[in-house]
């Protein structure tokens, strides 16, 4: 009896540990769908940063001037600004990554779930951070009386 050691894989499969695997020989077929795949997930990527970007500027414009909320909210913007860019680098990387893979038909191994995953918590600090900002900032304004009603 042979002793086979099963594929194992480290953390759920995020980083996946191949145990004894060949070299592939043959090209790998690339049909023209496959290019339109990886530029539609560029656009998705892009779509999200260009979301995230909006949001960003929306914060800035809403900070109040000289207040420590103001300054608070001019923060969380810097960092949802950096959030955006993290996702436009991150996009444009893998989309050359994969397109070089593709045309040189290699079989490149990029079903990589580790930085999504990353910059997926990382958008969702930063909103945290966005809604502890506001919770705070409304806890401090005091509440304007309401208006006389007229006679």
Same mark, same amino acid.
């Given at each position: 009896?042979?002793n086979?050691?099963p594929?194992?894989? !480290?953390?759920c499969g995020?980083?996946?540990?191949?145990?004894?695997?060949?070299?592939r020989?043959v090209?790998?077929r690339?049909e023209p769908?496959t290019?339109?795949?990886?530029?539609?997930t560029?656009?998705a990527?892009?779509?999200?940063s260009?979301?995230?970007g909006?949001i960003s500027s929306?914060?800035?414009v809403?900070a109040e001037?000289?207040?420590?909320h103001?300054a608070a909210?001019?923060i969380?913007?810097?960092?949802?600004t950096l959030?955006a860019?993290l996702f436009?680098?991150?996009s444009m990387?893998t989309?050359?990554?994969?397109?070089l893979?593709i045309?040189r038909r290699? !079989?490149?191994?990029?079903?990589?779930?580790?930085?999504p995953?990353?910059?997926?918590?990382?958008?969702?600090?930063?909103l945290?951070g966005?809604l502890?900002?506001n919770?705070?900032?409304?806890?401090d304004?005091p509440?304007?009386?309401?208006?006389?009603?007229?006679?």
């Amino acid at each position: 009896k042979k002793n086979k050691t099963p594929p194992q894989n !480290d953390c759920c499969g995020l980083f996946p540990v191949q145990v004894g695997t060949m070299p592939r020989k043959v090209p790998v077929r690339v049909e023209p769908k496959t290019f339109f795949a990886n530029e539609r997930t560029f656009l998705a990527w892009l779509h999200m940063s260009v979301t995230l970007g909006s949001i960003s500027s929306a914060l800035s414009v809403f900070a109040e001037g000289n207040s420590g909320h103001g300054a608070a909210v001019q923060i969380m913007s810097l960092l949802m600004t950096l959030v955006a860019a993290l996702f436009v680098s991150y996009s444009m990387t893998t989309f050359y990554t994969r397109r070089l893979a593709i045309r040189r038909r290699e !079989d490149a191994g990029l079903e990589g779930a580790t930085m999504p995953l990353l910059l997926g918590g990382t958008l969702v600090l930063a909103l945290l951070g966005v809604l502890i900002t506001n919770v705070i900032s409304t806890g401090d304004t005091p509440v304007p009386p309401p208006a006389p009603a007229p006679h």
